[in-house]
């Protein structure tokens, strides 16, 4: 992929190479705490059904995963591993921070051990808010991440320039 | 090589790895160290096992845990009576109605208050469809710990009926707050009893789907049939509750024996117990337990009785000074609040008795000389929620 | 008071008054079927409630028999449980006496409460979490619970008799500035990770513990969380924001 690098990339190609990319991702799924089992509704149960969407849960390693999903709380013993799987991630890598404890805290937002969101420690592309979000909104959350990979420009990773997140 | 030098050691790799920040698969001549976890999908979540091995037997395992700790005892000190129910719903995030009851009947212990006969009904209904929505993760889950995956789909499936009925209840799939000190934030929505019994119906049936699919089934036999045996007398001393217990055959459940609030003693119904003690006798206890629990909820629906559903409390709740404890039999056993206050808007200090820590403590004891694949069978069995450990 | 808007809290007032006065034609209309079943479960419920009492007493007697002068105090709150004091180098003797001779085998749990009065919590106003008076409240004396105490920090743990069908609640002093007791893994193994949440969350030491190691928290965390003087930090920062739930109760008409 020399043209991506280059930055060279015709429109046509980049928004191929997208759509594809699109549809086609790896998630690792993070489950920390309650989220994870609306999580796991999400991507096991026939009722919610996430393939539809394009999105092959359980990979085998974070390697081979595209994106991650953080869901539940993030205790400072838990954040160095969390940043340390984040990582392990090839890029292009995206991140979805699932409910209300990964956004901010949540109901924790006074504990002594509990790091107020996971956007302290790894760069985060969608919040997805709820005590727990139900696995609807989960659903929203990675069609929001997928129109966000679609108006991407490949190149603009391999600049120099981070992506900035909102 | 002694024992006490082996763990003098495993407790040095642990406490190197504790921050998470070591990785430790290590070998040596003496064996070697396995790592499983902190993220582990046999681990439910955030649990890590450090083992020694030898081959593939285990010396000495050691659970670390903490990865989800939150604070809650501590929490609880800064909330007021009514915020903390919106706390301890998210201990045992499976079965969450179920974690508010002791604590309100805590409080409501503290106040001389007593709910009104509806509202206990009501209460014991959703406290055992919350035990439904859990165990029946388990029965799923436990499968696909042995290696079989279609069982944890069914669950899935089918426990979207009971959560769709708690949350035509209480608005929430699994974190109601609902339980308020005095009786409960509403009544049952109109038509609600008759789905209720469509649900069960497809309870029952999935219990009878998995007794044919798992129970019976060879594979899961020989993975769990005299594996992680524990006695009961070790079981009481390392405080073992619920199901747990009552397949080392020890015929105890707080719901019959020691019932505190909850509207048991109007139904007929049965506490199962096994005499084995070991990985498969707790998978079958909590598959009976599971269709128990349809029954009871059954016997309740039919007699409900009218009446108001919150007694007369004040508008802001000042608990008067005193100490109570209240236990109940939750989903993973018992869970219980020991609730010190002093007479202000908050408790002065909150003991939370979780079933899971308890339970888990027993690890180190049970996954001695057991194989490698049988540590995660027998995790599964003992059945833990990280929150119910960690709080 | 000052945090919650002035209209919220006289729709409160309202609704109050509301609810107060149409409180009685409520109770007379409730249909005689309800009081019925009122009654036969109050009536269900009376004899078991005697019963207990008395086995609580008893219960206490043939401890107070075992433990002679070793039982300092000891609370029976009726139909709800029995707590006994004892001194905290009896510890490990009483778990043994409550475990050979009272068929009290099942460990529950073990904790410590810090009796120290906590500044917060105690009226609506909002300030305590960045106001000096903390401090102040922290020197007032100290009131104890059930069966009294001497101490600050106060060992306790419950253990059950299922063949008795009730629970103990055995309390223990510490001292102030160096808080310490035998471990109790000998009688109760299960006591093991307990003790170790005890001693990471109050600092509490227990002799002949195999390894006190932290359990929940990292290695290098200073301080214990659970002490009355450990200061929430973020609560310090962004203040408790009071009692803002003005929403009316069930029953209550808007």
């Known amino acids: 992929m020399g043209l991506v690098e280059s930055g060279k990339m015709p429109k046509p190609l980049t928004k191929?190479?997208?759509?594809?990319?699109?549809?086609?991702?790896?998630?690792?799924?993070?489950?920390?705490?309650?989220?994870?089992?609306?999580?796991?509704?999400?991507?096991?149960?026939?009722?919610?059904?996430?393939?539809?969407?394009?999105?092959?849960?359980?990979?085998?390693?974070?390697?081979?995963?595209?994106?991650?999903?953080?869901?539940?709380?993030?205790?400072?013993?838990?954040?160095?591993?969390?940043?340390?799987?984040?990582?392990?991630?090839?890029?292009?890598?995206?991140?979805?921070?699932?409910?209300?404890?990964?956004?901010?805290?949540?109901?924790?937002?006074?504990?002594?051990?509990?790091?107020?969101?996971?956007?302290?420690?790894?760069?985060?592309?969608?919040?997805?808010?709820?005590?727990?979000?139900?696995?609807?909104?989960?659903?929203?959350?990675?069609?929001?991440?997928?129109?966000?990979?679609?108006?991407?420009?490949?190149?603009?990773?391999?600049?120099?320039?981070?992506?900035?997140?909102? | 090589m002694s024992m006490t030098s082996e763990s003098d050691q495993l407790a040095y790799i642990a406490s190197q790895a504790a921050d998470a920040r070591v990785n430790v698969e290590v070998e040596t001549d003496e064996g070697m160290t396995l790592n499983l976890g902190p993220q582990h999908p046999a681990t439910h979540g955030t649990l890590r096992i450090i083992a020694k091995l030898d081959g593939e037997k285990v010396v000495a395992?050691?659970?670390?845990?903490?990865?989800?700790?939150?604070?809650?005892?501590?929490?609880?000190?800064?909330?007021?009576?009514?915020?903390?129910?919106?706390?301890?719903?998210?201990?045992?995030?499976?079965?969450s109605f179920a974690n508010e009851v002791p604590f309100i009947l805590a409080a409501e212990q503290l106040m001389e208050v007593e709910a009104p006969p509806r509202a206990q009904w009501i209460r014991t209904i959703l406290f055992e469809l919350s035990r439904i929505a859990n165990v029946c993760l388990f029965l799923g889950d436990m499968a696909v710990q042995i290696g079989a995956t279609t069982p944890v789909f069914y669950a899935f499936r089918d426990r979207e009926f009971v959560l769709n009925q708690i949350e035509r209840v209480t608005g929430g799939r699994f974190h109601p707050n609902f339980d308020r000190i005095g009786g409960l934030k509403d009544d049952l929505p109109k038509g609600w009893i008759e789905e209720t019994r469509g649900a069960l119906n497809r309870m029952t049936d999935f219990c009878d789907e998995m007794e044919e699919l798992v129970l019976g089934n060879e594979i899961f036999q020989a993975r769990t049939r005299g594996i992680g045996t524990i006695p009961s007398d070790v079981a009481l001393a390392y405080g073992l509750s619920g199901a747990n217990l009552r397949a080392s055959g020890i015929d105890w459940d707080i719901r019959r024996d020691a019932n505190v609030g909850l509207v048991y003693d109007q139904v007929d119904w049965k506490v199962w117990t096994h005499p084995d003690g070991d990985s498969f006798a707790r998978f079958w206890v909590r598959l009976q337990e599971t269709r128990e629990a349809c029954n009871i909820?059954?016997?309740?629906?039919?007699?409900?009785?009218?009446?108001?559903?919150?007694?007369?409390?004040?508008?802001?709740?000042k608990v008067p000074p005193g100490e109570a404890y209240v236990a109940?039999?939750?989903?993973?056993?018992?869970?219980?609040?020991?609730?010190?206050?002093?007479?202000?808007?908050?408790?002065?200090?909150?003991?939370?008795?979780?079933?899971?820590?308890?339970?888990?403590s027993i690890a180190p004891w049970v996954l001695k000389d057991v194989f490698v694949p049988d540590i995660i069978s027998i995790l599964a069995s003992l059945y833990f929620i990280l929150g119910d450990i960690d709080r | 008071m000052s945090e919650i808007p002035e209209h919220l809290l006289k729709r409160a007032q309202a609704a109050r008054e509301k609810a107060e006065s149409?409180?009685?034609?409520?109770?007379?209309?409730?249909?005689?079927?309800?009081?019925n079943s009122q009654t036969t479960v109050a009536?269900?419920?009376?004899?078991?409630?005697?019963?207990?009492?008395e086995k609580a007493e008893e219960i206490l007697e043939r401890i107070s028999k075992g433990l002679g002068q070793k039982l300092i105090s000891s609370h029976i709150a009726p139909n709800r449980g029995l707590w006994i004091r004892v001194s905290s180098d009896d510890w490990r003797e009483t778990a043994q006496f409550l475990r050979d001779q009272l068929d009290c085998r099942f460990f529950d749990w073990l904790?410590?409460?810090?009796?120290?009065?906590?500044?917060?919590?105690?009226?609506?106003?909002?300030?305590?979490?960045?106001?000096?008076?903390?401090?102040?409240?922290?020197?007032?004396?100290?009131?104890?619970?059930?069966?009294?105490?001497?101490?600050?920090?106060?060992?306790?743990?419950?253990?059950?008799?299922?063949?008795?069908?009730?629970?103990?609640?055995?309390?223990?002093?510490?001292?102030?500035?160096?808080?310490?007791?035998?471990?109790?893994?000998?009688?109760?193994?299960?006591?093991?990770?307990?003790?170790?949440?005890?001693?990471?969350?109050?600092?509490?030491?227990?002799?002949?513990?195999?390894?006190?190691?932290?359990?929940?928290?990292?290695?290098?965390?200073?301080?214990?969380?659970?002490?009355?003087?450990?200061?929430?930090?973020?609560?310090?920062?962004k203040p408790w924001p009071g009692i803002v739930d003005v929403e009316a109760m069930p029953g209550e008409e808007k």
């Open chain 3, 111 to 237: 904790s410590v409460i810090d009796w120290m009065p906590s500044p917060y919590g105690r009226e609506l106003e909002t300030e305590q979490d960045v106001d000096s008076q903390a401090e102040r409240i922290e020197d007032q004396p100290i009131e104890w619970g059930y069966t009294g105490g001497k101490t600050r920090f106060q060992l306790i743990t419950r253990v059950y008799s299922i063949s008795l069908g009730i629970g103990v609640m055995v309390k223990a002093d510490l001292d102030d500035h160096n808080p310490r007791a035998l471990s109790l893994i000998p009688v109760y193994p299960g006591a093991n990770w307990h003790e170790r949440e005890a001693r990471e969350m109050f600092g509490v030491t227990f002799d002949e513990h195999p390894d006190l190691r932290n359990i929940y928290l990292p290695g290098d965390f200073e301080g214990h969380p659970l002490r009355k003087d450990y200061p929430l930090l973020s609560r310090r920062i």
């Open chain 2, 61 to 95: 395992a050691e659970p670390i845990m903490g990865y989800m700790h939150r604070g809650y005892e501590k929490l609880t000190e800064v909330r007021t009576y009514p915020q903390v129910t919106t706390l301890v719903n998210r201990i045992d995030w499976l079965g």
């Open chain 3, 43 to 53: 009536v269900a419920d009376e004899s078991p409630i005697q019963e207990i009492d």
């Open chain 2, 328 to 360: 109940t039999e939750n989903p993973l056993g018992e869970m219980g609040f020991y609730v010190v206050s002093k007479g202000d808007l908050t408790p002065f200090r909150v003991k939370i008795r979780s079933a899971s820590f308890s339970n888990m």
């Open chain 1, 16 to 166: 191929l190479l997208n759509m594809s990319r699109r549809y086609s991702m790896w998630v690792y799924q993070w489950g920390l705490a309650c989220c994870a089992i609306e999580m796991g509704a999400a991507f096991a149960s026939p009722r919610y059904d996430v393939m539809r969407l394009g999105v092959i849960p359980l990979p085998a390693s974070p390697r081979q995963a595209d994106f991650l999903v953080v869901s539940g709380t993030v205790t400072d013993k838990m954040a160095p591993a969390v940043r340390r799987l984040w990582e392990q991630m090839p890029d292009p890598k995206y991140v979805i921070s699932m409910g209300s404890c990964a956004n901010c805290g949540g109901p924790y937002w006074d504990s002594y051990s509990v790091t107020k969101g996971v956007d302290q420690i790894i760069p985060v592309d969608v919040y997805v808010p709820g005590c727990p979000p139900r696995p609807e909104a989960l659903l929203e959350g990675i069609v929001l991440l997928q129109e966000r990979i679609m108006n991407e420009d490949m190149a603009e990773r391999w600049k120099g320039d981070p992506i900035v997140v909102e």
């Open chain 2, 297 to 317: 909820i059954d016997q309740l629906l039919g007699t409900i009785p009218s009446g108001p559903i919150m007694a007369k409390v004040p508008r802001i709740i």
């Open chain 3, 22 to 35: 149409s409180q009685e034609p409520t109770d007379n209309a409730s249909p005689t079927k309800e009081t």
